[in-house]
């Protein structure tokens, strides 16, 4: 402390005693008791009472005086976070070359407690540790609640929205800035707070339609749900999963799909969808009329024999009606049929996350008829031409071509 204690101690009439006053509390807040902060400065201890408590009743209250920040920061509110005395001790046992393990110890913090310290509150250039530059760091960072990221930066909030607008997921969007603009902070940004954007619109930053951008269409967040049950089993014997081969369960080679169909207003249409396991491909099939067990066979017939041999290997379903002839199928097309366990969706994960991108194109109580042939193509195009996580960022065309090419 660089106060010098007076040596004329005599009264002083009505002078301002700022720098004793700063030096008391500065003094209580590092565990000195009153009288002997009160000797040090050199006032009386009624005065340091009165500094403490404020004036007796009948007179006007002691305003706060510029030093109370100061004193706060050597002792927060809770001890929960560090205080400037911390930070000190910190810093003096940096100094002298001591492990951040035993300036934990010294100080009874956790070990992650001081490195996440050091890290976030070193100088930026040299790397060194001052504490009262740390103490401002962590005070400036401690209000909230804080400002959105991608509201505050327009570059960020105008290429998230671009690539929403593309039906991008917030994930592929997240990846996407991260191999695009590698070590910019500013354009970095996580998933989550994409997410966060579009639901919290309070702080978000993004146009409320872009809601719709999403896979779910939904702006809030929303409870699972159990899986609806599925339909009876058939007369005609099925060959269950169980019995299915385990090169199918590999996705190593190519040629397993998955199957399914999205349902239509009023249940009165349908597209079928046909995944392949591997690469994650994806074929639609057209249902311009009904669903029935006999239509769908003759679409699924016809799709499937335009596939070349090494692509016709198995077809696992759920136990729709629409394969009540599953048998025909098998034996037009010579691809055996297996079948999911009840109530069991994540036996055909594959279809299942595309049945929900699809989604996003044929929403829920759309009239799927009026969607032609092309139109189906072109939105197959545009899912086998994405990126997807599971495939390390590769597209599922990509994918197919390298397991075809092997």
Same mark, same amino acid.
């Given at each position: 402390?660089?106060?010098?204690?007076?040596?004329?101690?005599?009264?002083?009439?009505?002078?301002?005693?700022?720098?004793?006053?700063?030096?008391?509390?500065?003094?209580?807040?590092?565990?000195?008791?009153?009288?002997?902060?009160?000797?040090?400065?050199?006032?009386?201890?009624?005065?340091?009472?009165?500094?403490?408590?404020?004036?007796?009743?009948?007179? =006007?209250?002691?305003?706060?005086?510029?030093?109370?920040?100061?004193?706060?920061?050597?002792?927060?509110?809770?001890?929960?976070?560090?205080?400037?005395?911390?930070?000190?001790?910190?810093?003096?046992?940096?100094? /002298?070359?001591?492990?951040?393990?035993?300036?934990?110890?010294?100080?009874?913090?956790?070990?992650?407690?001081?490195?996440?310290?050091?890290?976030?509150?070193?100088?930026?250039?040299?790397?060194?540790?001052?504490?009262?530059?740390?103490?401002?760091?962590?005070?400036?960072?401690?209000?909230?609640?804080?400002?959105?990221?991608?509201?505050?930066?327009?570059?960020?909030?105008?290429?998230?929205?671009?690539?929403?607008?593309?039906?991008?997921?917030?994930?592929?969007?997240?990846?996407?800035?991260?191999?695009?603009?590698?070590?910019?902070?500013?354009?970095?940004?996580?998933?989550?707070?994409?997410?966060?954007?579009?639901?919290?619109?309070?702080?978000?930053?993004?146009?409320?339609?872009?809601?719709?951008?999403?896979?779910?269409?939904?702006?809030?967040?929303?409870?699972?749900?159990?899986?609806?049950?599925?339909?009876?089993?058939?007369?005609?014997?099925?060959?269950?999963?169980? /019995?299915?081969?385990?090169?199918?369960?590999?996705? %190593?080679?190519?040629?397993?799909?998955?199957?399914?169909?999205?349902?239509?207003?009023?249940?009165?249409?349908?597209?079928? &969808?046909?995944?392949?396991? %591997?690469? =994650?491909?994806?074929?639609?099939?057209?249902?311009?009329?009904?669903?029935?067990?006999?239509?769908?066979?003759?679409?699924?017939?016809?799709?499937?024999?335009?596939?070349?041999?090494?692509?016709?290997?198995?077809?696992?379903?759920?136990?729709?009606?629409?394969?009540?002839?599953?048998?025909?199928? &098998?034996?037009?097309?010579?691809?055996?049929?297996?079948?999911?366990?009840?109530?069991?969706?994540?036996?055909?994960?594959?279809? /299942?996350?595309?049945?929900?991108?699809?989604?996003?194109?044929?929403?829920?109580?759309?009239?799927?008829?009026?969607?032609?042939?092309?139109?189906?193509?072109?939105?197959?195009?545009?899912?086998?031409? =994405?990126?997807?996580?599971?495939?390390?960022?590769? &597209?599922?065309?990509?994918?197919?071509?390298?397991?075809?090419?092997?």
């Amino acid at each position: 402390m660089d106060f010098e204690i007076r040596q004329l101690r005599a009264p002083q009439g009505r002078k301002k005693l700022e720098r004793e006053r700063e030096a008391y509390f500065l003094l209580m807040a590092q565990g000195v008791s009153s009288r002997e902060a009160c000797r040090i400065v050199g006032i009386n201890r009624r005065t340091g009472k009165r500094w403490r408590n404020g004036s007796p009743a009948g007179k =006007r209250p002691a305003r706060p005086p510029h030093w109370v920040g100061v004193a706060r920061a050597f002792s927060p509110s809770s001890g929960r976070f560090l205080s400037l005395s911390d930070r000190l001790v910190i810093a003096d046992l940096l100094r /002298e070359g001591k492990s951040l393990r035993a300036i934990a110890a010294e100080l009874g913090r956790s070990v992650s407690t001081i490195s996440r310290e050091v890290a976030r509150n070193r100088h930026p250039t040299n790397g060194q540790y001052r504490p009262h530059a740390a103490q401002l760091r962590a005070d400036g960072r401690r209000p909230r609640p804080k400002p959105a990221k991608i509201a505050s930066h327009a570059p960020l909030r105008d290429f998230v929205q671009e690539h929403l607008d593309l039906r991008w997921s917030p994930e592929q969007i997240s990846v996407m800035l991260a191999a695009r603009y590698p070590g910019q902070a500013e354009m970095n940004v996580s998933t989550e707070t994409i997410y966060q954007a579009i639901y919290v619109q309070a702080r978000g930053g993004l146009r409320r339609e872009l809601a719709t951008a999403l896979r779910t269409g939904r702006a809030r967040r929303k409870p699972r749900r159990q899986a609806q049950q599925r339909q009876p089993r058939y007369s005609h014997p099925m060959v269950m999963i169980s /019995e299915r081969p385990p090169e199918v369960a590999d996705r %190593a080679v190519p040629g397993h799909w998955e199957g399914d169909l999205i349902i239509g207003k009023d249940q009165q249409s349908a597209i079928g &969808t046909l995944v392949e396991r %591997a690469s =994650r491909f994806l074929m639609l099939v057209h249902l311009p009329g009904d669903r029935s067990a006999a239509t769908f066979r003759d679409a699924l017939v016809q799709i499937m024999t335009t596939l070349p041999a090494q692509l016709r290997r198995s077809v696992t379903w759920d136990q729709g009606s629409e394969m009540g002839r599953h048998h025909e199928f &098998t034996l037009a097309t010579d691809i055996p049929v297996y079948f999911c366990d009840p109530a069991s969706p994540w036996q055909r994960g594959s279809n /299942e996350n595309t049945n929900g991108l699809l989604r996003q194109y044929f929403p829920k109580g759309t009239d799927l008829r009026r969607y032609d042939r092309a139109h189906l193509d072109a939105v197959a195009h545009q899912l086998n031409t =994405r990126p997807r996580k599971t495939l390390g960022w590769a &597209t599922p065309a990509q994918r197919l071509t390298q397991l075809l090419t092997v």
